[in-house]
């Protein structure tokens, strides 16, 4: 594969970072509104942004019928007159459905605002229940990349080595890893062109993923790594190597994905990943996390076998 070199401009970023988010401005389309995809804005939420938002509205929810109820008068029994903060809490125990029985609507438009307010409130904690619910049986991989990378040679060919762990330890099913190679390239024509490329690995499925996984790609003529300089095509700017795993979590019975990058920095050349699992006396395999990204340099004309 021939590489250009890139024109001159600003150093592109990478379009995926490590945490799996896009490093992408999009621009040209239709402002959308919030209200439009309400509820897959608050799905992608953080749980402590979720939560304030849940917050606010319902504050915001009270004090409106709050107000409400004293628009027209003293229409809440047993209230001091005129008090907010009565009527504030006179709204909270409708919304909740609590009624302690203290006070309670005294005129037909109490009334009337008490039965609005209970309509909303089964709504809305219908639908706020129905969020957080989605959000929290949503699955979430637990799966662990290596820091690095290495390239070194196995049985006489090259290979580029990438390492994975199961975070949670349970079993997931029918493990997928593809990884590709994201590059940038100019055509003949002065065109600029981002392309994948698949990079074929010894083995891309693991039908009991539970501890660790070294992934192998082995070098030939038709992959990037391919040449007197193996890292050649990684050391221009917005190149890059994307693994994305995915899986059936056995104990939740969903899918789950899991991605992440690597640039030319994350490369160790001739090196092997140190060794994770060991035995132990009663022959229970043991796997320390804590060397897991841990490399370690071969010896001259050393292969891993």
């Known amino acids: 594969m021939k590489h250009r070199k890139p024109p001159p401009g600003p150093v592109p970023k990478r379009a995926l970072r490590r945490d799996g988010t896009y490093s992408i401005e999009r621009r040209g389309m239709p402002r959308r509104r919030f209200t ?16 304030a938002y849940i917050a606010s509205l319902y504050t915001t929810m009270n004090a409106f019928f709050a107000l409400l109820y004293l628009a027209f008068g003293d ?29 309670a609507p005294a ?3 109490g009334h009337c605002v008490v039965t609005a307010e209970a309509f909303v409130g089964l709504l809305s904690v219908a639908l706020m229940t129905g969020i957080t619910f989605a959000k929290f049986s949503r699955p979430r991989a637990r799966i662990l990349f290596s820091e690095k990378f290495v390239l070194s ?19 997931i099913v029918d493990a997928r890893l593809n990884v590709i190679a994201l590059v940038e390239e100019r055509s003949p024509e002065g065109h600029s062109l981002r ?10 499925r693991n039908p009991t993923f ?26 221009t700017p917005g190149n890059q190597v994307i693994l994305s795993l995915s899986g059936m979590d056995e104990t939740a019975g969903q899918m789950i994905h899991a991605r992440y990058t690597y ?21 229970t ?21």
């Open 36 to 51: 439009q995809d309400v509820y897959h804005h608050l799905l992608n939420l953080q749980w402590r942004w979720l939560i």
């Open 75 to 103: 229409a809440i029994a047993n209230a001091r007159p005129r008090s907010f903060e009565d009527a504030f809490f006179f709204s909270v125990q409708t919304l909740a459905t609590i009624g302690y029985g203290t006070m």
């Open 107 to 109: 005129t037909r438009f």
């Open 153 to 171: 040679r196995m049985h006489g060919v090259p290979h580029v080595m990438f390492r994975v762990a199961n975070w949670r330890g349970n079993l």
């Open 195 to 204: 392309r994948p490329v698949d990079l074929k690995l010894v083995r891309d």
């Open 210 to 235: 539970i501890l660790t996984w070294t992934a192998m790609h082995a070098i030939d003529e038709n992959s990037p790594f391919f040449g007197p300089d193996p890292l050649a095509f990684l050391r």
């Open 263 to 283: 640039g030319a920095d994350d490369a160790v050349l001739d090196a092997r990943f140190v060794d994770v699992i060991t035995m132990g006396a009663d022959g």
């Open 285 to 305: 395999r043991v796997i320390d996390y804590a060397r897991f990204h841990d490399v370690q340099p071969l010896e001259a004309g050393e292969e891993i076998t």
